[in-house]
């Protein structure tokens, strides 16, 4: 149980970072980070030993902070846009929501390779490079993962040097941005370095507004030749209004309805407070042999409120809303260490990782449904109308709503977790290597039910293992065949859910065999191609009360990109992805576009000015599981961008988003729910380097 208040853990913080700087005098040791090509040389990297690409027998792809800077990307979902074999989903309107693979999340989420699953929109100012790994990961991250995950990996202080940068921008629509980055010694052996921003939100919708603020002060120090202590507090303070789309009609999004918000500016907001303190202690025993010890606190409140359209009439043009009120409290402690070992056994070197991970999860949650006066329940009718009218109902009588009579649940949950992990790449000779290991999960929850007075447990103790074979017929190539499997509880990603019914039944199972192929071109131009098919196995009862197993979703298909330098001037990043799944019923699963294609290219014309253009599309998709009828049509849209660097420390930059003014239907959370594309506009911002 976590029992520092608020108040104490920034107290804490603050000495920490103002203090520590001064604990330790000696030599500093020089760090080298590569970016885009190898997952992150941090001691807290996605795979916790630096790795090239070419050498992880996995789908990957890697965005880094100057990739985010020239295409404009203010999110997550702007990333995976140009990413294959994932694509967003809608999330609700306020929270981060990913597919990955045909599998929907909210929780995937890791930040330094710590998990970060609580439900928001994750700002980037603070970030170094975004990992986005496809396939089961449960060896590496543990529970969830089932499809794939995404790594942020954050700045953090620089020793011996001085720099600093602030951004600024601002768009169409009227939203405002600013970032800035500092890194300064604070001694012979300690640095510190300070990200801060503030946004202003506004899109292309009715109603839409918000504010996010960020600020994270990290710390490094070298207490010896062989010692790293990293330290870093980070809050976050978001408010903003909930989009959740528009209805449908005769098996697609209503376009005539694409101005109307199902909602109103002060009933549907989302608020998130949040403070996370990291801690690493990294020690080089030797030469080849290293130990990472980790502590994450982390304490988040969010709250968000809506109303949104549950059912739609075309011929009267009525819209039944619902909507509800969920405020969550969470508090995080996540424990962890790794040994790094490099053996030498029998003519093979063995990069050997050992682990392990302990987990205490604090989680407190209540919902209250709408309440209308009219119907004495969730659900009310109404005439659509821009602004919608939600005094007088669709027959002209008086209404009100609230949140506060009608409550559905309340619970809080306790989770703890103690996880080992055992992970061995042999390297048999310069031409082939294994990767082969495996995790132990002791999951534990209990979940109280405050409102019915009851209460559920669950323990489970899961192996997932993890098996790949990398052939590299030449340096620059690599053949891959893995296997991999993770696994979901029955309580689900949010920890919120468990029954009499389901904490009786096993989790979920998650397998993927993957079959790949890294070519690194050039030095500056790789290929990745891969193959995959995957099988969800669900615990349930047959018809006799037996326990029994059927097979869930089941999903194969392949993911292609192409990243890099093909000349001086010109840049490239391709990606393409095709995939097929079907449902426990056998059915066609919803969120699984057709295919998704995605092009940005850059061309430098001089040593100041270049440009770049995108393309992205996606194939038509299933907006529900089995009803192939309900869909969200294909699209295809084109972005632009152009920068100059007016001297060697300013670069401006326009990025137009849509310039083909395409109507278009990203995601829908749900049958009435199709989220309206942004029309064209454009961003100006600058960059000044310091």
Do not use: C
């Not at 209404?399 to 048999?428: A, M, P």
């Amino acid at each position: 149980m976590i029992d520092l208040s608020r108040a104490t853990n920034k107290a804490l913080i603050i000495s920490l970072l103002t203090s520590a700087s001064f604990l330790w005098a000696d030599e500093q040791v020089e760090e080298v980070i590569v970016k885009g090509k190898v997952l992150y040389a941090d001691q807290v990297n996605a795979l916790k030993t630096p790795t090239e690409i070419i050498d992880v027998p996995q789908s990957l792809s890697i965005v880094t902070d100057e990739d985010i800077r020239k295409q404009g990307i203010r999110e997550i979902g702007d990333i995976v846009r140009y990413t294959p074999g994932v694509n967003t989903s809608q999330g609700e309107g306020h929270r981060d929501a990913v597919v990955f693979r045909g599998v929907r999340s909210t929780a995937d989420f890791y930040q330094d390779g710590t998990r970060d699953d609580v439900q928001y929109y994750r700002s980037l100012y603070n970030v170094e490079q975004v990992e986005v790994l496809r396939g089961p990961n449960a060896l590496l991250f543990g529970r969830g993962g089932t499809g794939g995950i995404i790594n942020r990996v954050t700045k953090k202080a620089s020793l011996g040097e001085r720099f600093g940068s602030f951004d600024v921008g601002a768009n169409d629509n009227g939203s405002f941005d600013f970032a800035a980055d500092f890194n300064t010694s604070t001694g012979d052996n300690s640095a510190l370095r300070l990200n801060v921003h503030s946004d202003t939100l506004e899109n292309h919708r009715d109603f839409y507004d918000g504010d996010r603020i960020g600020f994270n002060p990290t710390l490094k120090v070298q207490v010896s030749d062989s010692t790293t202590l990293d330290l870093s507090y980070e809050y976050a303070d978001h408010e903003r209004f909930i989009d959740r789309g528009i209805p449908t009609a005769n098996g697609k999004p209503v376009d005539a309805l694409k101005n109307v918000v199902f909602g109103t500016s002060d009933i549907n907001v989302t608020t998130l407070e949040a403070d996370i303190f990291r801690g690493t202690l990294t020690t080089e025993y030797s030469d080849t042999s290293k130990g990472i010890f980790s502590i994450t606190s982390s304490e988040f409140e969010k709250m968000y409120q809506n109303l949104y359209a549950s059912g739609y009439d075309l011929d009267t043009n009525v819209v039944t809303l619902d909507g509800y009120r969920d405020p969550t409290e969470r508090e995080n402690m996540i424990i962890s260490a790794n040994l790094v070992n490099e053996l030498q056994i029998g003519g093979a070197t063995h990069t050997l990782l050992i682990g392990a991970e302990i987990i205490d999860t604090d989680n407190a949650n209540e919902r209250y449904d709408t309440y209308w006066s009219t119907t004495q329940s969730d659900k009310e009718s109404f005439n659509v109308s821009r602004p919608l009218n939600i005094a007088t109902n669709s027959d002209g009588v008086a209404t009100g709503v609230d949140f506060t009579t009608k409550l559905k649940s309340r619970t809080t949950s306790d989770i703890e977790v103690t996880s080992i992990y055992i992970q061995d790449q042999i390297d048999i000779s310069d031409n082939l290597q294994i990767l082969i290991g495996g995790r132990l999960d002791q999951f534990d929850i209990t979940v109280d039910d405050l409102k019915a007075g009851s209460s559920q447990s669950r323990d489970d103790d899961e192996f997932s293992p993890r098996a790949g074979v990398i052939f590299k017929p030449q340096e620059n190539v690599s053949l891959y065949l893995s296997y991999s499997e993770s696994f979901l509880p029955r309580s689900g990603e949010q920890y919120k859910k468990l029954t009499a019914s389901s904490a009786a039944l096993d989790p979920d199972v998650y397998e993927s065999t993957e079959v790949g192929v890294n070519w690194d071109i050039t030095s500056d131009l790789s290929l990745r191609a891969s193959y995959f098919d995957s099988e969800q196995t669900i615990a349930t009862r047959d018809e006799s009360g037996e326990g029994a197993e059927i097979v869930g979703l089941q999903v194969d298909g392949i993911e292609i990109e192409v990243k890099g330098q093909v000349s001086d001037q010109l840049y490239v990043h391709f990606g393409y992805s095709d995939m097929d799944g079907e449902t426990s019923s056998g059915g066609e699963p919803r969120e699984i576009p057709e295919n998704t294609m995605s092009l940005w290219t850059t061309y430098q014309v001089n040593d100041k000015f270049g440009y770049g253009l995108g393309v992205t599309r996606q194939g038509e998709s299933n907006i529900s599981n089995n009803k192939p009828g309900l869909v969200l049509p294909d699209y295809t849209r084109v972005d632009f961008a152009a920068f100059y660097d007016v001297s060697d420390d300013f670069t401006i930059r326009l990025n137009i988003e849509n310039i083909n003014d395409e109507l278009y239907y990203p995601h829908s959370h749900s049958t009435h729910q199709a989220s309206v594309g942004e029309d064209t506009n454009a961003r100006l911002s600058f960059t000044r380097r310091f």
